[in-house]
Protein backbone atom coordinates (compact mmCIF):
# COMPACT_ATOMS: atom_id res chain seq x y z
CA UNK A 1 0.00 0.00 0.00
CA UNK A 2 0.93 3.47 -0.83
CA UNK A 3 1.12 6.02 2.17
CA UNK A 4 1.27 9.63 1.03
CA UNK A 5 3.81 11.89 3.00
CA UNK A 6 5.40 9.37 5.01
CA UNK A 7 7.43 11.88 6.83
CA UNK A 8 7.50 15.71 7.22
CA UNK A 9 9.98 17.32 8.81
CA UNK A 10 8.53 20.11 11.16
CA UNK A 11 8.77 23.78 10.98
CA UNK A 12 11.16 23.96 13.10
CA UNK A 13 13.73 20.89 12.44
CA UNK A 14 13.64 22.91 8.61
CA UNK A 15 14.93 25.76 10.09
CA UNK A 16 17.68 23.48 12.58
CA UNK A 17 18.90 22.53 9.29
CA UNK A 18 19.24 25.70 7.25
CA UNK A 19 20.80 27.69 10.64
CA UNK A 20 23.45 24.61 10.93
CA UNK A 21 24.22 25.20 6.99
CA UNK A 22 24.68 28.38 7.05
CA UNK A 23 26.83 27.86 10.32
CA UNK A 24 29.16 25.73 8.11
CA UNK A 25 29.26 27.38 5.30
CA UNK A 26 30.26 30.28 7.60
CA UNK A 27 32.96 28.56 8.79
CA UNK A 28 34.09 27.27 5.66
CA UNK A 29 34.29 30.23 3.84
CA UNK A 30 36.23 32.11 6.77
CA UNK A 31 39.06 29.01 6.72
CA UNK A 32 39.34 29.71 3.11
CA UNK A 33 40.05 33.24 3.71
CA UNK A 34 42.46 32.57 6.36
CA UNK A 35 44.02 30.16 4.50
CA UNK A 36 44.41 32.50 1.50
CA UNK A 37 46.15 35.51 3.82
CA UNK A 38 48.38 33.13 6.27
CA UNK A 39 51.65 34.02 6.34
CA UNK A 40 50.72 37.64 5.57
CA UNK A 41 51.04 40.23 8.49
CA UNK A 42 48.13 42.92 8.82
CA UNK A 43 48.83 45.50 5.82
CA UNK A 44 49.74 49.13 7.52
CA UNK A 45 49.22 52.45 6.26
CA UNK A 46 52.57 54.39 5.77
CA UNK A 47 53.09 58.15 6.30
CA UNK A 48 53.23 60.25 3.09
CA UNK A 49 56.59 61.58 2.36
CA UNK A 50 56.95 65.26 1.71
CA UNK A 51 58.48 65.04 -1.25
CA UNK A 52 55.81 63.18 -2.73
CA UNK A 53 55.57 65.13 -5.85
CA UNK A 54 59.22 65.40 -7.02
CA UNK A 55 59.83 63.55 -9.98
CA UNK A 56 62.90 62.39 -11.39
CA UNK A 57 64.86 61.49 -14.39
CA UNK A 58 67.72 59.37 -13.24
CA UNK A 59 68.33 57.42 -10.23
CA UNK A 60 69.57 59.78 -7.54
CA UNK A 61 70.65 59.54 -3.71
CA UNK A 62 67.29 59.82 -2.13
CA UNK A 63 66.16 59.39 1.47
CA UNK A 64 62.57 57.18 1.46
CA UNK A 65 60.49 56.80 4.83
CA UNK A 66 61.05 53.27 4.28
CA UNK A 67 61.81 50.12 2.37
CA UNK A 68 60.37 49.57 0.51
CA UNK A 69 59.02 52.73 -0.34
CA UNK A 70 55.03 54.17 -0.66
CA UNK A 71 55.60 57.22 -1.54
CA UNK A 72 58.65 59.51 -2.28
CA UNK A 73 60.52 60.95 -5.24
CA UNK A 74 59.78 58.83 -8.35
CA UNK A 75 60.20 58.10 -11.99
CA UNK A 76 57.36 58.54 -14.29
CA UNK A 77 57.58 55.45 -16.40
CA UNK A 78 55.05 52.99 -17.65
CA UNK A 79 56.25 49.37 -16.07
CA UNK A 80 55.71 46.14 -17.54
CA UNK A 81 53.36 43.64 -15.26
CA UNK A 82 56.42 41.38 -15.32
CA UNK A 83 59.64 42.89 -14.10
CA UNK A 84 63.00 40.75 -14.44
CA UNK A 85 64.96 43.36 -12.66
CA UNK A 86 65.35 44.94 -9.25
CA UNK A 87 63.81 48.14 -8.77
CA UNK A 88 65.16 51.37 -8.20
CA UNK A 89 62.90 52.75 -5.21
CA UNK A 90 62.37 55.46 -7.41
CA UNK A 91 60.76 53.22 -10.11
CA UNK A 92 58.86 51.03 -7.42
CA UNK A 93 57.31 54.85 -6.37
CA UNK A 94 56.47 55.34 -10.16
CA UNK A 95 55.01 52.09 -10.55
CA UNK A 96 52.03 53.31 -7.39
CA UNK A 97 51.93 56.61 -8.44
CA UNK A 98 50.02 55.22 -11.13
CA UNK A 99 47.29 53.82 -9.02
CA UNK A 100 49.08 50.27 -8.98
CA UNK A 101 50.17 47.94 -6.63
CA UNK A 102 53.28 46.47 -6.77
CA UNK A 103 54.62 42.35 -5.38
CA UNK A 104 58.27 42.05 -4.79
CA UNK A 105 59.27 38.84 -3.95
CA UNK A 106 63.28 37.52 -3.13
CA UNK A 107 64.25 35.40 -5.82
CA UNK A 108 64.58 32.30 -3.82
CA UNK A 109 60.99 32.25 -2.32
CA UNK A 110 59.29 31.81 -6.39
CA UNK A 111 59.63 29.33 -8.68
CA UNK A 112 59.31 30.57 -12.52
CA UNK A 113 56.29 28.50 -13.04
CA UNK A 114 54.72 30.67 -10.37
CA UNK A 115 55.61 33.91 -11.63
CA UNK A 116 54.04 32.48 -14.82
CA UNK A 117 50.63 31.41 -13.45
CA UNK A 118 50.84 35.20 -11.39
CA UNK A 119 50.81 36.92 -14.21
CA UNK A 120 47.66 35.35 -15.83
CA UNK A 121 45.87 34.90 -12.92
CA UNK A 122 46.42 37.94 -10.79
CA UNK A 123 44.58 41.79 -11.21
CA UNK A 124 45.87 43.52 -14.40
CA UNK A 125 46.84 46.77 -12.08
CA UNK A 126 49.78 44.30 -9.92
CA UNK A 127 53.31 44.33 -11.12
CA UNK A 128 55.72 41.61 -9.60
CA UNK A 129 59.55 42.30 -9.36
CA UNK A 130 62.33 40.47 -7.68
CA UNK A 131 64.16 42.18 -4.63
CA UNK A 132 66.81 40.50 -2.72
CA UNK A 133 66.85 43.04 0.04
CA UNK A 134 63.26 42.39 1.37
CA UNK A 135 62.41 41.82 5.04
CA UNK A 136 60.44 38.93 4.32
CA UNK A 137 60.10 36.14 1.32
CA UNK A 138 56.72 38.91 -0.77
CA UNK A 139 56.52 42.48 0.37
CA UNK A 140 53.09 44.04 -1.79
CA UNK A 141 53.08 47.91 -1.51
CA UNK A 142 50.25 50.28 -2.81
CA UNK A 143 50.51 54.08 -2.62
CA UNK A 144 51.12 54.52 1.32
CA UNK A 145 50.25 50.69 2.38
CA UNK A 146 52.38 47.60 2.76
CA UNK A 147 51.91 44.32 3.41
CA UNK A 148 54.59 42.02 4.15
CA UNK A 149 54.36 38.18 3.84
CA UNK A 150 55.89 34.85 3.95
CA UNK A 151 54.04 32.93 1.85
CA UNK A 152 51.95 34.65 -0.55
CA UNK A 153 48.37 33.24 -2.83
CA UNK A 154 46.77 34.31 -5.67
CA UNK A 155 43.93 35.35 -3.66
CA UNK A 156 45.95 37.23 -1.18
CA UNK A 157 47.12 39.25 -4.09
CA UNK A 158 44.23 39.95 -5.89
CA UNK A 159 42.53 41.40 -2.46
CA UNK A 160 45.59 43.52 -1.93
CA UNK A 161 44.86 44.71 -5.01
CA UNK A 162 41.05 45.15 -4.86
CA UNK A 163 41.53 47.00 -1.83
CA UNK A 164 44.48 49.16 -2.82
CA UNK A 165 44.33 49.74 -6.73
CA UNK A 166 43.75 53.49 -7.35
CA UNK A 167 44.62 54.32 -3.63
CA UNK A 168 46.44 57.84 -4.16
CA UNK A 169 42.98 59.10 -5.99
CA UNK A 170 41.58 58.31 -2.40
CA UNK A 171 44.73 59.88 -0.38
Known amino acids: MYRKNAYKASSSAQRLFFLLLALASAFLIACASENDAKGCQQAIREPRAADYLLHVLADTKTQYLSDPPTSGPHKVWIAP ?17 HGDVLIQYKPRAVTSSQI ?3 ETTISERAHLAPNSGLPSDFVMTAHLTKQICTQLTT ?5 FA ?7 QKN
Not at 86 to 93: A, G, I, K, R, Y
Not at 155 to 159: K, S
Open 162 to 168: DANVDSI
Open 116 to 118: ATW
Open 155 to 159: AAINR
Open 81 to 97: RVIAKQLSPSEQVGILE
